[in-house]
């Protein structure tokens, strides 16, 4: 999978993966620098 997923993008992708589960690993992830992860602040006024 390529490309830029926000967090609840992975996660209506995979409905059978706990929301612990895919925290987890996504750190797992980042720590091994297989991925990146990019905070987004939206303005919500």
Excluded: F, H
């Amino acid at each position: 999978m390529d490309g830029t997923l926000r967090y609840n993008e992975l996660r209506k992708l995979m409905p059978t993966v706990t929301e612990r589960t895919l925290s987890l690993q996504l750190k797992k992830l980042e720590e091994d620098k297989i991925m990146s992860v990019k905070c987004i602040q939206k303005n919500l006024l």
